[in-house]
């Protein structure tokens, strides 16, 4: 078996960086935490920030490439508020297995607010925790995914190889994440809009500068691309596939567990 990216040399060297500020690896967990609270009601419109709106093209793409079908247990890590539960649970049908992970409290009530909002009164399971220690069983799950969740993630590799362990055999790992643009032109207009008008709306339409401001930074601490796609073979996956959206703003992972 490969080596996993936990016990790499330099496995989960974001763990010390929030944003572009150094700090303990507990520290950031914590911050993270206190980002969500604050962003938990404004989720929509952070989203809408971040991607200019396109999110929900973005996450149409991610939830269809699961292939949904109710025999295909799911496990939507830091998916709190439900958004790419609500999609699987809309093409699996009211029989599908959906258990919802989040790190933050705050983030789980709303999702299940919407959920009742949308009649879905049974099928899902609502717990909270750290995606390093997932308190699941091996071999559980036939998929799992993590939306717009890794990069807040504080040990990457850690969150990895708890995926695959909690995965059944020939269980798929998805990922959609803010990544790295690759053309010169756009990374410039993008850079340009993230640090200088995200946090400025967030200040305004949320009253929160700091935590969009971490935001934006922490897309460009994440790994790129193929450095993700490294790290989730370290991690014991096989088949990776790597799919740019708009260009690389965002990129979906997709990995097998044989």
């Known amino acids: 078996m490969k080596e996993t990216g936990a016990t790499m040399k330099d496995a989960n060297k974001e763990s010390e960086w929030f944003g572009y500020a150094k700090v303990k690896p507990e520290e950031k967990t914590k911050r993270v935490i206190n980002v969500f609270d604050s962003v938990a009601s404004n989720y929509d419109i952070m989203n809408d920030l971040m991607s200019g709106g396109i999110h929900r093209l973005w996450k149409n793409r991610f939830v269809g490439l699961m292939h949904p079908r109710a025999n295909k247990s799911l496990l939507d890590v830091a998916g709190g508020t439900g958004d790419i539960a609500f ?10 297995d959906i258990t919802v992970f989040d790190l933050n409290r705050e983030m789980l009530k709303v999702g299940k607010s919407r959920a009742i909002d949308r009649g879905y009164l049974k099928g899902f399971e609502w717990i909270d925790g750290n995606a390093e220690e997932l308190p699941f069983e091996d071999d559980r799950f036939g998929l799992y995914s993590i939306a717009f969740g890794l990069r807040n993630v504080t040990r990457i590799d850690n969150a990895l190889a708890e995926a695959f362990r909690v995965l059944k055999p020939g269980g798929q790992f998805f990922c959609l994440e803010f990544s790295h643009v690759k053309n010169d032109a756009l990374r410039k207009i993008y850079d340009a809009y993230s640090f200088s008008v995200i946090p400025k709306i967030g200040e305004l339409v949320a009253k929160d500068r700091d935590s969009y401001q971490y935001l934006v930074e ?8 193929s450095e993700l796609g490294e790290r989730m073979e370290d991690a014991g996956f096989e088949g990776v596939k790597i799919i740019d959206l708009s260009g690389g703003i965002a990129a979906i992972h997709i990995g097998t567990k044989l």
């Open 87 to 96: 999609r699987y649970r809309a093409k699996a049908g009211t029989k599908a």
């Open 218 to 225: 922490s897309i460009r601490q994440f790994p790129k691309q």
